[in-house]
């Protein structure tokens, strides 16, 4: 596997960070980013489909035991890891063939949002829904949006950091 080390690393921070900080910041009561979803993002181009459904699914497991969710993060992430091979080839095709991660070198960088974007607002959309279970349809539809655009943000700035460390 691809820089065991980092990656772990990565996993690690990525869950302190949203348990630590982003779980008791308060934007407002439709802002909240869910910023663990990064890390199924920036996993590397060439990952083994059964890798990527395992980490997905171990990181949902952790945020649910994390967030107390019951199983809300683990079928978000585990779909936005199952989609993610999929998404990188309808949005990014051959000019991702030759890169470790999903972003920089010859990525566009336009692609790359797409992408990230994409998969954001699937899992925003997926967790936020199976938690209001069809209750309030326009506040959770806000709170999908806003939340995404925020969690996009991050996961943007976090490519680029991401990028000069591992890349």
Same mark, same amino acid.
């Given at each position: 596997m691809y820089r065991v080390l980092?990656?772990?690393i990565f996993f690690v921070a990525v869950v302190?960070?949203?348990s630590l900080l982003f779980d008791n910041l308060l934007f407002s009561s439709v802002i909240m980013p869910l910023y663990y979803v990064v890390f199924?993002?920036?996993l590397p181009v060439k990952m083994n489909r059964f890798w990527l459904l395992v980490l997905g699914t171990l990181l949902g497991q952790v945020m649910d035991f994390s967030m107390g969710t019951a199983g809300l993060n683990t079928i978000a992430t585990a779909a936005v890891a199952f989609i993610r091979?999929?998404?990188m080839n309808l949005l990014m095709g051959k000019d991702v063939a030759h890169e470790n991660i999903p972003y @920089? @070198?010859?990525?566009?960088?336009r692609s790359f949002i797409l992408f990230a974007s994409m998969l954001v607002f699937v899992h925003h959309s997926l967790f936020y829904g199976f938690?209001?279970?069809g209750s309030h349809f326009f506040y959770t539809v806000g709170k999908v949006?806003?939340?995404s655009l925020a969690t996009i943000v991050l996961v943007v700035l976090t490519a680029r950091l991401f990028r000069r460390l591992v890349g």
């Open positions: 980092e990656y772990t302190l960070l949203q199924v993002v920036l091979p999929m998404a @920089g @070198g010859a990525i566009d960088p938690e209001s279970l949006i806003l939340s």
